[in-house]
């Protein structure tokens, strides 16, 4: 689960930046690497980007129970 939970980081990180560089500067940096929006390669890293976020959820879990444990010490 630990390379899972890498990956996951990894694109999320990625689809932040794109993003972020699509609010600043109207530029989609991987529909530009890999040939458009309607590109198949882009729509697969959004689609994986998009899983990643899904996946991540789970971490919401985590976050509450560590916060639990401090405030009952």
Same mark, same amino acid.
Do not use: A, E, T, W
């Given at each position: 689960?630990? +390379?899972l939970d890498s990956v996951a980081l =990894?694109? $999320?990180i990625v689809? +932040? =930046?794109n993003w972020l560089l699509? +609010?600043?500067l109207q530029?989609? *940096?991987v529909a530009s690497i890999f040939g458009g929006q309607d590109a198949l390669l882009a729509? =697969?890293?959004y689609i994986l980007v998009g899983l990643s976020a899904l996946? !991540? $959820?789970k971490? *919401? !879990?985590l976050i509450n129970r560590d916060n639990a444990r401090h405030t009952t010490h």
């Open positions: 689960m630990k +390379g =990894i694109l $999320l689809g +932040g =930046i699509v +609010g600043l530029f989609d *940096l729509r =697969i890293v996946y !991540s $959820l971490f *919401l !879990s």
